[in-house]
């Protein structure tokens, strides 16, 4: 039996948040994905909906004076549900959908964070998580280990997110930091440039991460 179908992911996008400032989304195989459910036992495999999931990131300065948000968005992807209880999971990221705050796509914060300083998109199109273990904290809110992968680079990461079954519709939300040069986006990391002063970006970036599925 597939613990995880396809690859997909949350998340990932992090680090543009850093110093610097996407095409539309694939029609066909990438196109968003609606209520559409697999029986397998008592798994059930809940394809993410991509009109209504979103990945909102944060980066900033190392000071926290110069800080840059914005959005990206999934393209495809399914949560794994277990006598009613999330167990598992695959989610894609289109890097080409990286926006800034105002859902700009195409300026000098966004293309920056599209080039080779930061997520290399042209090589790297896109990001994924797979979720590999979900472990009850208390009622809604569980702790989440996966595997995230990012310009071919894969890490794991643990992150708190609260589950709701809101009439048949799934809702994730959860806040995942990360280190990103653990994942090789150096631009202006005091582990790699000195003297950088006021320049220094921060290492940590933190994405909020709404998933929604639908039965």
């Known amino acids: 039996m597939k613990k995880l179908i396809a690859t997909y992911v ?18 066909s195989k990438n196109a968003p994905i609606s209520s559409l459910s697999l029986h397998v036992g008592n798994e059930k495999y809940m394809m993410i909906n991509t009109k209504e999931s979103v990945v909102a990131w944060k980066g900033a300065s190392l000071n926290g004076l110069n800080i840059q948000t914005g959005y990206v968005y999934l393209s495809k992807g399914e949560l794994m549900i277990e006598n009613g209880q999330l167990t598992g999971g695959t989610v894609e990221i289109d890097m080409n959908t990286i926006e800034d705050k105002k ?55 643990t992150f708190p997110v609260k589950v709701a079954d809101k009439g048949g519709i799934v809702e994730v939300n959860g806040k995942l930091i ?38």
């Open 103 to 157: 859902h700009g796509r195409d300026n000098k914060l966004v293309n920056h964070l599209k080039d080779p300083d930061f997520f290399n998109v042209e090589k790297f199109p896109f990001s994924t998580i797979v979720i590999t273990k979900v472990a009850s904290i208390n009622g809604d809110d569980k702790k989440v280990t996966g595997n995230l992968t990012i310009k071919g680079i894969t890490h794991p990461v």
């Open 178 to 215: 990360i280190d990103r040069t653990l994942w090789d986006v150096r631009y202006k990391s005091a582990k790699f440039y000195a003297n950088l002063a006021n320049q220094t970006m921060s290492d940590y970036i933190e994405y909020n991460i709404k998933i929604v599925s639908k039965k």
């Open 10 to 27: 949350i998340l990932i996008i992090a680090p543009f948040l850093f110093g610097c400032g996407g095409p539309e989304k694939e029609k």
